[in-house]
């Protein structure tokens, strides 16, 4: 079964400091990454997904398949960044999402 | 992106009654929705797979019988939960991908939050 593990429940980084959000995943076949985040009072959308190697506000995030990990890095954090992040995998062939447990990011002025 | 709505928002129900709450896929057909639970302070957990025209895909410890699945067409997808107990209070979120994506981008509804007294 895939698992998703966020080991950080609250990530609290002043205005200017990097951010790094830890997500690792168990998976026997080739997962599907997604970083999805959700800000106050709305709905959750995507950020990132690992397939089109992007940056996204400032964020990044590389799977790294021999640490099983797919960390989300930005270096300057900002004050609107302040939001839940969750980490999610699907599986070959299968499309619903397993989420992590999320990370609450604090960025303090 | 795609725009999904959840309606209602909200609703509060006492015990022993049963609820529906609906998504609807606004700008695309969508032969598959997924529902998710979060209750407070958790992460989303898929509850099942709503197929168009054929039956729902249920996780395993969720009760198909209590949770009523119905996608009779490409745009709208109702969870139903009967007989409804304080423990079913939580926050019900629906998600649709778009077809023809070589990747499994989903989208998702607002959520309706459930209470049940």
């Known amino acids: 079964a895939q698992r998703v593990t966020q080991p950080e429940k609250l990530l609290s980084v002043f205005k200017g400091a990097p951010v790094e959000l830890k997500c690792n995943y168990s998976?026997?076949?080739?997962?599907?990454l997604f970083w999805y985040v959700q800000y106050s009072r709305q709905r959750l959308q995507l950020l990132l997904r690992?397939?089109s190697r992007e940056s996204i506000k400032g964020f990044t995030a590389d799977l790294n398949k021999g640490e099983t990990s797919f960390h989300l890095k930005k270096p300057f954090a900002q004050e609107e960044d302040s939001a839940m992040y969750y980490c999610?995998?699907?599986?070959?062939?299968?499309?619903?999402?397993?989420f992590g447990s999320g990370t609450r990011l604090q960025v303090q002025p | 992106g795609a725009v999904v709505s959840q309606h209602p928002s909200w609703v509060i129900c006492k015990s022993g009654t049963s609820v529906k709450i609906e998504c609807r896929s606004l700008d695309f057909q969508a032969t598959t929705m997924f529902w998710y639970r979060q209750f407070p302070k958790q992460s989303l957990m898929l509850m099942a797979t709503?197929?168009?025209?054929?039956?729902?895909?249920?996780e395993q410890g969720v009760e198909k019988d209590k949770f009523l699945i119905n996608h009779a067409s490409l745009t709208l997808s109702t969870l139903t939960v009967t007989s409804a107990h304080p423990e079913d209070s939580s926050f019900y979120i629906c998600?649709?991908?778009?077809?023809?994506?070589?990747?499994?981008?989903?989208?998702f509804g607002p959520g309706t939050r459930l209470t049940v007294l």
């Open positions: 690992h397939i």
């Open positions: 998976y026997s076949g080739s997962p599907e």
């Open positions: 998600s649709v991908q778009p077809p023809g994506q070589g990747y499994n981008e989903q989208f």
């Open positions: 999610a995998s699907s599986g070959t062939g299968r499309r619903a999402l397993t």
């Open positions: 709503s197929n168009e025209g054929s039956k729902a895909t249920y």
